[in-house]
């Protein structure tokens, strides 16, 4: 076996060599792609950790924790496929040459503690301009699947990250799903779904059902596939790839089980375009188009509480819906666009339908674009998983949202406080020591009346027909009477008359600490419950 010192020549890889102590150092400087430009350790005939240029000359100090991997056999490469990189001062230590101090994962300053966010792998540093880690963005393809919630979302376009839950709350992150196809052709949003029949072909009698993903490459107009056979675990591009050349993005694919078709939604100039397959590989027109659409369409259906009828619900990205009927061809409003939440950080809009074909959950999260986590090894967050339902209200069909039942098991312990009128200008200080809380309470206010909350630093204003947090606002639909607020370590997030209207903030984190505040009228609280929450992660 080799000994790994010294400069390393461009374009070569080592001899193998044990990894006999458990870190390595170098330097490098050069291109900043990963996977493209860059050095790679090499265990097993698996890339296990990879390094770039950052995009300079000058070379910098690196070093790879190789704990993982002692006593076993590596070799290292160097790749430039987009530009040069050069290593030198190559050694095998018992120290690193640099030390970054960094908390336990998921344990982070900033880290949301009852909200998704996607860890640092150190080998997907996958952004080489602005060199984020852990980053995501657009959700895509939420497929529920033999027990199993499976989340995914964009990490720019370079890939599809992926995570599983069995509960919608503790989740455990994949590897990326699948990476783009080749250098700056991307891999953009899109969804997924189960081929349970194997219309499409891909799966083998007997076996797993294919899981198949939908996404639009960077220019916009091919139409891709990607496939799995093992519940998710390992992806492969579709040969055939694209399936389709059309000007548009986005695909939303689901099963439209009525009339035994798959349906297509794609987003291009101002409009969605519906199409239908029987093989989820071959689509064809279907001559509809919908107005005045945007990015990242959910399309489903949803059953209007206390009948037996349901509608259709055509979401948009920017976090607008409508109400309307789908023959299988064509989707005819019946209202007109309405805003499901009407918080400052709700975009990109995805759901999974869980549960029997017959009566599914609809739960909705969408992405909280725009959050500030300076100097953390992740960046943003997926909102919490509320259920969808259709109610009948003075103004028509309206779509509620609230928190998925499944929260209550995350409550640790309970506070709760009698019937209390409040005195407008007299401050009620509830003290708290926890930074995760579920707050609810019944409120009676005068028409002019309104109510602050103010919670770890983040003002939540209520009046008889509204809510508001930071630059966000909501109606309610009839008087206010209820709220039910979510608080993270960096979120708020508000309820209010059992989903009549919502509100999703990302907040900076303050004292802790939990004032009511009645301003211009007197005011009641009843039924007022804190109850602080258990961590979704492991304490590792």
Known sequence: MADVSGDIVVGDSTAPFVV????LNFRISGGDYEYKTCLNVVVNGRIVRTETGR????PHAASFDLTEWLGQEAYLEIVEEAGYIRVSDVVLSSTPSVVTARSPLYQEALRPQLHFTARQWAMHRLNPVEREEGWLNDLNGLV???????LFAQRWNKCWIHAVSNDLLHWTELEPAFFEESLDTGVQSGSCVVDHDNTSGLGEPGAEPPMVAFWSRNDNRSQCVSYSLDRGRTWAHYAGNPIMDLPERDPMVFRDHRRSQWVMVLYGDDRYHLLRSDDLLHWESLDSSISNSFECPDFFELGVAGSDQSRWVLVRGDGRYSIGSFDGRTFVEETGQLQVDGGPHFYATQSWAAGSTAEPRRIQVAWMRGGRYPNMPFNQQ????????????D?????YRTPVPELESLARSRHSWSTRVLVAGSPWRIGTAWPLLRITCAVTLAPEGELALDICGTRVTV???RIAVLDGEQPTITALTKLDVVVDTTSVEVIA????ASLTACVQPGHYDLTLTASVADCTVGDLEVVELDSIWPSV
């Open 20 to 23: 006999s102590r458990p870190y």
């Open 55 to 58: 995009a300079t000359e000058l």
């Open 144 to 150: 529920f699947h033999d027990g199993e919630y499976h």
């Open 463 to 465: 009046t008889s027909d």
């Open 497 to 500: 008359n059992d989903g009549e």
């Open 395 to 399: 103004d028509g069909l309206r779509m």
């Open 382 to 393: 997926v909102s919490l998983p509320c259920e969808l339902s259709l109610h009948r209200t």
